[in-house]
């Protein structure tokens, strides 16, 4: 009972700034508020992508292993578009971070134990830093080098 005053002050207060602004300011914060709408739907559209279950057809697969503490993959590749097929064979959620040549790509959840997810990655040629960016595990030996070729 005490929260229906309160809701019907908040109500009172908002109808009166609403009053008090201009066009112009309803405009701005209508203009503000569907921005982020915009930016949340292309948040979660991109979450969908970047944390696939399949490699893409055109893409190159790459079986990477996370383990507790241990990253096994190649280290050498030619370039081309790559889907590394993340599998955590571990006891702890894991991720993958791929970082070089002005490219840096991680899954936006870490991969559950047993679980498998795809990063798909355009690499060029140079070196890439790999690791897994959760807690402290690269500092465990979840770290490793691939030199694209």
């Not at 370039?79 to 970082?99: I, L, M, S």
């Amino acid at each position: 009972m005490k929260t229906l005053p309160a809701l019907l002050i908040g109500v009172c207060v908002s109808v009166a700034v609403v009053r008090a602004q201009g066009p112009g300011e309803r405009i701005k914060d209508t203009a503000k508020a569907v921005g982020h709408g915009i930016k949340n739907t292309a948040k979660a559209t991109g979450d969908a992508i970047e944390d696939a279950l399949e490699p893409e057809p055109r893409a190159r697969r790459v079986e990477v292993t996370l383990s507790d503490y241990a990253i096994a993959m190649p280290t050498e590749l030619k370039p081309d578009y790559t889907a590394f097929v993340v599998h955590n064979g571990g006891k702890h959620a894991h991720n993958f971070e791929v970082q070089g040549n002005g490219s840096d790509k991680k899954f936006i959840k870490s991969v559950e134990p047993g679980k498998t997810k795809v990063l798909h990655v355009d690499l060029a040629r140079g070196t890439y830093d790999v690791w897994c960016p959760v807690d402290k595990h690269a500092d465990k030996g979840m770290r490793t080098t691939l030199k694209v070729r």
